[in-house]
């Protein structure tokens, strides 16, 4: 239904900064929530962080709480996720996703539509 591309990923030094962005099209962008998982090699994709259809409600995983922070610009149809303090443990692709409920964040399954990821490195 909905198309996504995510971009703004790249290498940083432990303790700086990333905003990584997510274009969507081909849907009513502010119908769905949208969230960030992130998988890392050799891990299940894990949610990152969800954010309801007004951008009034957000939720996120306890290891990047104080730390990432997701937005929305339904004017523009995108989704931000300003990444701050970044940790080498932070490495991973990171896919945006859209659902239509905000409910089972965590559940991939019930996610519509997926971009195809951008690569964020974290050295030391």
């Known amino acids: 239904q909905v198309q996504l591309v995510e971009s703004g990923g790249g290498l940083v030094q432990a303790g700086g900064s990333l905003r990584l962005s997510c274009a969507a099209s081909?849907?009513?962008?502010?119908?769905?929530?949208m969230s960030w998982f992130r998988q890392a090699p050799g891990k299940e994709r894990e949610f990152v962080a969800a954010i309801n259809r007004s951008g009034g409600s957000t939720y996120y995983a306890e290891s990047v709480k104080g730390r990432l922070t997701i937005s929305r610009d339904n004017a523009k149809n995108t989704v931000l996720l300003q990444m701050n303090s970044l940790k080498p443990e932070d490495t991973a692709v990171y896919y945006c996703?859209?659902?239509?409920?905000?409910?089972?964040?965590?559940?991939?399954?019930?996610?519509?539509?997926w971009g195809q990821g951008t690569q964020v490195t974290v050295s030391s």
């Open positions: 081909g849907g009513t962008f502010s119908n769905y929530v």
């Open positions: 996703a859209a659902k239509i409920s905000y409910t089972m964040l965590l559940l991939t399954t019930t996610y519509s539509s």
